[in-house]
């Protein structure tokens, strides 16, 4: 399990609100944006992703001054699982070739660009997970290459099955949505162990359980994206 802000006491003693903390640091001076300089690429299905997963995720690392990329399998909106519509910047393929050290990350024929190589890579689920994402060598290899690099990835409910695929959670406890047998099969033909936690978190790996649960997995991704190198 992680922990998060409610954790955290700030000089009066009491437990705070991720809200309330977040208001004390800000009147205490102290810079917010912890993700300034640092690139996070968000993977969607190229259709049917979960926009509750989503929406918070993407509003989150952008309030911490990240340089945000969406990726999927195609350039075209992509459509949520209810009225989201999302237009990718970059394909999966393109992104690849800036996780190699290149000094510029390619985004979607030279219409965006962002220096450096992706500190965080978050794979977000929704029913279009398992048939665009679970058998999506180019993901697989872009999860492997950062973590490798010592980044920071992360899959959301039925997303996580990605990171099995990657080679990255053999004998790790990891979380999914609860009831969704066809994930949880194949986790376990990967050699993850399914556990009924909303997150879970092992060596710059996060998983979480579903959109109830992302929450508490956005300050602990933060902070350990924070800790990596910028390049």
Known sequence: MVSGWRDKKIKTGHLLSQG???INLKLEGINMQRLAEKNILIVIPKDYYMESEFD???EAMNAEG???LVASGKLKEAVGMKTGRTNPDVLIVDA???ITGDSYVSAAKG????KGVFHGVIVIGGNGARSYLWKDELLRLLLNDRHRSGMVVAAIGSAVPCLGKADLI????VTTEP???KAIK???DTKGVVVNDPVTSHNRIFTVQNADAVEAFLNPFIEEVAKTSVK
């Open 186 to 188: 194949e986790i376990e």
């Open 56 to 58: 918070p995720v993407f």
């Open 66 to 68: 990240a340089n945000v």
């Open 111 to 114: 219409v965006r660009q962002v």
């Open 20 to 22: 309330e903390a977040r």
């Open 179 to 181: 009831g969704n047998k």
């Open 170 to 173: 053999q004998s790790l406890e």
């Open 96 to 98: 690849i070739e800036g």
